[in-house]
């Protein structure tokens, strides 16, 4: 079992930044990819970074040049640094982790970008 905790949503204005952390500990496995995905209300959860083990990225087109995704493997940890945020990247934020042939995931943080 894998235990995922996210942290540094928060509230921000448009224009403005924001760092989220995932720490993942457990029964870690050296094989496995890092996510983020985002739920508005009323849409479907959606896939908006992923990183490798061996760092390969990979990134949902509504957040290219403004999200960076990048993660500690010593560490265990996941981070997702979003700048340029708009009123519409405003979702609970979950990390995930793919660790075949499991899926696990975190209870979520909630970014709230205002106008």
């Known amino acids: 079992q894998v235990r995922l905790v996210e942290s540094g949503g928060g509230l921000v204005q448009a224009g403005g930044s924001l760092r989220l952390s995932c720490a993942a500990s457990g029964s870690i496995s050296s094989i496995n990819i890092m996510g983020w995905y985002r739920q508005a209300p009323g849409k479907q959860r959606e896939l908006v970074a992923r990183?490798?083990?061996?760092?390969?990225?990979g990134y949902a087109d509504f957040v290219k040049g403004r999200f960076t995704i990048s993660r500690d493997n010593a560490k265990n940890m996941a981070y997702l640094q979003m700048s340029s945020l708009k009123p519409e990247d405003t979702a609970v934020y979950y990390c995930?982790?793919?660790?075949?042939?499991?899926?696990?995931w975190g209870q979520g943080t909630q970014v709230t970008v205002s106008s």
């Open positions: 995930n982790r793919r660790q075949p042939p499991y899926d696990y």
């Open positions: 990183i490798s083990s061996s760092g390969i990225t």
